[in-house]
């Protein structure tokens, strides 16, 4: 079970340019199993959200609890995925995706029934003994994606984890995740610029204002699953929220903007 809970959550900055409120009051539950999206103008605070899910930071003010414990730094149990996937270039394809059942102490026998079946999960048993150096960036993020599944993580954090892979490329990971994510129901916080990603992944879509750190909208997905980009829900519910977050560009008056 991973709910989660914000409780007026906010995140303020301070610099010698003044004093920034980057998250304002935000309150949120995430459901165990939702895939709940995050979308909003550039600069609006979604990796700050995700960061001090990870608990890599603390919030100003407010609390944030997963599973009914206050969330006080990071943990195996939030397992964060970036845009660049940080692999170890000097261990193979396997050998990264064990690496955190190897530190654990996990016996041999295990780590290799977990990485066989992690492997299948994304795609790679034939890539296995592949230098993480001499495959693809569409490759590289589906061993990161299987290296934080090895960990059992109770929530997989991602921020634009797609962000920099070509389209057919981002449209095959896509399928990968859904289907990891229909086999392991892992709770997922993905932020990304891509309102229509989000639509085609999401359980739910909340929309971030563009000054402030609100949450301005909700969308809930009730589409049924596997989604395709060119869906027709797809892209009306996207057009829906895409014009939006126009208004709210608008609004700010802002430089950010999101992809279609
Ligand atoms: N450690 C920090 N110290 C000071 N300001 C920060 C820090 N981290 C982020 N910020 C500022 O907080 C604001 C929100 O940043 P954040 O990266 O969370 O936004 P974002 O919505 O993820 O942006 P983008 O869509 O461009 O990736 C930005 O103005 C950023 O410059």
Partial sequence: MATVELKKVSKVYESRAGRLNVLTGID???????????????????????????GFERPSSGEIQVSGKQVTGPSPSRFVIFQEPALFPWLNVYQNIVFGLRMAGVDLAEQQEKAQALLKAVHLSKFAHAWVTQISGGMKQRVAIARALAMDPDILLMDEPFAALDAQT??????????????????????THNVREAVRLGSRVILMSGQGGEIIE????????????????????????RDRLRQEVLRTSGEGGADA
């Fill in 170 to 191: 981002r449209d095959m990971l896509h399928e990968v995740l859904e289907e990891v994510y229909l086999q392991t129901r892992k709770t997922i916080v993905f932020v």
């Fill in 218 to 241: 909700q969308f809930p997905v009730n589409l049924p699953r596997n989604r395709y980009l060119e869906d027709v829900e797809v892209v009306t519910i996207a057009s829906r929220i």
């Fill in 28 to 54: 949120l539950e995430i459901e165990d199993g939702e895939f709940l999206c995050v979308v909003g103008p550039s600069g609006c605070g979604k990796s700050t959200l995700l960061n001090l899910l990870a």
